[in-house]
């Protein structure tokens, strides 16, 4: 079985900072893609940023792009989300999510990680 465990989140001020971090651990799989999401109180849970596995492309959502970076450690089982200049409006659960080779869509995601940033 495939786990994801996020950690990193926290309490800031606006114009904070914070890295989240995303470990993969249990059976090896061979990943498409991975990514973090976002869900604030009330509101669908929203794409942040990805990362294909091989080649490395990155793709952000038009609201963190320029403050966010998405990367991945050397070993490849560490996903994180550096998070700079962060704002009242990045408050939310951040997910850490894998699209593991075959699958149609993102299909294993992690318990979450809360970010609250203060004004």
């Known amino acids: 079985q495939v786990q994801l465990v996020e950690s990193g989140g926290g309490l800031v001020q606006d114009g904070g900072s914070l890295r989240l971090s995303c470990a993969a651990s249990g059976r090896t799989f061979s990943r498409y893609a991975m990514g973090w999401f976002r869900q604030a109180p009330g509101k669908e849970r929203e794409f942040v940023a990805s990362?294909?596995?091989?080649?490395?492309?990155?793709y952000y959502s038009d609201s963190v792009k320029g403050r966010f970076s998405i990367s991945r450690d050397r070993s490849g089982n560490r996903l994180y989300l550096q998070m700079n200049n962060l704002k009242p409006e990045d408050t939310a659960i951040y997910y850490c999510?894998?699209?593991?080779?075959?699958?149609?869509?993102?299909?294993?995601w992690g318990q979450g990680t809360q970010v609250t940033v203060s004004s």
């Open positions: 999510t894998a699209q593991r080779v075959g699958a149609s869509d993102y299909d294993v």
């Open positions: 990362m294909r596995w091989s080649g490395g492309t990155t």
